[in-house]
């Protein structure tokens, strides 16, 4: 068929036809922007979930609620080794700018710049092309302890928007990049501001084991957020994000079709855009049937093997590989770290730097106490398929 008009969109963080599944954290968010400004408590979320499940397309749909009902909005990406204050200054600075403009809120806002080039100056942010005209607030978030001086500059920013009859969103991809140090002052920050009613909410994304780093980093954090699980849709879900784009562009997708991307991709998302995408471009005409899908899969496994799954492996060790390798024989995960150490004939105790720095790279995490498992979906699989024989 026409792919000029092949309505499916595989890529990182690219926009599906049909956001299908997701609506209740869609609607929470909904909810939450709405009462902040109106002064009533709301808790911020974190979206928990694995590799290609929708995580960033969620954030973005996030942001543009909240600008919808009157918030101004910053996203941020968390990358390996970069502090929080580097990453948030020029969002902030970008925001109080936005406000400085409304006339009842420029006392507020020049106040907030102030402790903005407080906080940049002792934590000796490079300002760049956003460096302030303002002179910093001596004793205002420049004590050098990021858990409070982070919170303060919180404060003053939400009492800016506040003044100006808006709201501030903040939100954070790939949060488990985060350090230790610069994670638990987010939490204090979000924490302050809420205690204080300011019209301010936080949104993170990241891997399963941030809802247990949150914890560690700060104890009442798991009463500070929601921690919403994004995965796998469910059969309903799956069958809509891939029917309904099909149908609104006036084409059909016979049920033995369907039902056998759903079963090839187990409904991640990800991989439902893939197949759908090479299913689309393979069909002669409509309906989409069954045999269009066997040719269209080796193609999507093919893009996911070169892409998706290559740029991952190529980020890993020998030993690290060595260390997959074997879980991907072992089957299906979760899988016992015992299990992997016996499958490579060594005792646990030498796998422990292999594990942390899987984990570090956000390549396995661990779902209980002595389970670990893979982050990218169908990932075994793909060791399988390229490079166990």
Known sequence: MDEVRNPFAPGAGSQPPELAGRNGI????????????????ARSQILLGLRG????????????????????????????GIPLPTLLYPRIHQVL???????????????A???????????????????????PETGTADSGNIEY??????????????????????????????????????????????QKGLPVLFFG??????????????????????????GALDQPSAELAIKNPIEEEGERINVEALQAIIAQTRGYPYFLQEWGYQAWNAADYSPIDAADINQSAKKALRRLDEGFFRVRFDRLTPRERDYVFAMARLGMGPYKSGDVADMMKEP??????????????????SPSYGDIDFTVPLFGDYLVRNWIK
């Open 149 to 194: 001086d982070l919170a303060e500059l919180f404060v003053r920013v939400g009492e800016a928007a506040k003044a100006a009859g808006r709201g501030w969103t903040l939100l954070i991809d790939e949060i488990q990049y985060l350090g230790e140090r610069d994670y638990a002052a987010l939490i204090v920050a979000i924490h302050r501001i809420s």
């Open 97 to 111: 700018r936005k406000l400085s403009v409304v006339e009842k809120a420029k006392a507020n806002a020049f106040s």
């Open 205 to 230: 994304a990241g891997l399963p084991q941030v809802a247990a780093l949150s914890g560690d980093a700060k104890s009442y954090a798991e009463r500070l957020f929601t921690y919403p699980s994004v």
């Open 26 to 41: 869609l609607e929470d968010a909904r909810i939450a922007v709405q009462r902040v400004i109106r002064g009533k408590p």
């Open 348 to 365: 646990p105790s030498k796998f422990g730097p292999v594990r942390a720095s899987l984990i570090k790279k956000g390549m396995i995490y």
């Open 53 to 80: 499940v929708g995580k960033t397309v969620l954030l973005n749909k996030i942001e543009q609620i909240a600008e919808e009902h009157g918030h101004l909005t910053s996203m941020v990406e968390g990358p390996e």
């Open 113 to 135: 710049m102030r402790a903005l080039r407080s906080f940049a100056s002792i934590f000796k942010v490079e300002m760049g092309d956003f460096a302030l005209s303002v002179d």
